[in-house]
Nanobody
Framework: QVQLVESGGGLVQAGGSLKLSCAAS????????MGWYRQAPGKQREVVAT???????NFADFVKGRFTISRDNAKNTVYLQMNSLKPEDTAVYYC?????????????????WGQGSQVTVSS
């Protein structure tokens, strides 16, 4: 019932910046926590940053001071601004949302993932 569509990945040189966007669409839903995860080749998916509906944020230690997460609740969109990118930031980045579905009773929660966006940082 909810789709997450990402945009904004690409190739950038070390020290550069990229901004990822993730827009949620569907009917009768309320987004709770949203976040970004990443998965590098041969590695497990790991959390990068999360933001609650009240806009409280958390960041993985490896991106603190370089990445920021924000959301536009009116647009059901979450953003990840990535600055001072490093080659080790190269990964597929996935948007994640915890959603309350209100299209049927009783309401229930579900989680959704975006399609993934490749971010490649060259040295």
């Amino acid at each position: 019932q909810v789709q997450l569509v990402e945009s904004g990945g690409g190739l950038v040189q070390a020290g550069g910046s990229l901004k990822l966007s993730c827009a949620a669409s569907g009917t009768l839903f309320t987004i709770r926590t949203m976040g970004w995860y990443r998965q590098a080749p041969g590695k497990q998916r790991e959390v990068v940053a999360t933001i609650t509906s009240g806009e409280s944020t958390n960041f993985a230690d490896f991106v603190k001071g370089r990445f920021t997460i924000s959301r536009d609740n009116a647009k059901n969109t979450v953003y990840l601004q990535m600055n001072s990118l490093k080659p080790e930031d190269t990964a597929v980045y996935y948007c994640h949302a915890n959603v309350l579905i209100r299209s049927s009773l009783p309401y229930y929660s579900n989680t959704y993932w975006g399609q993934g966006s490749q971010v490649t940082v060259s040295s």
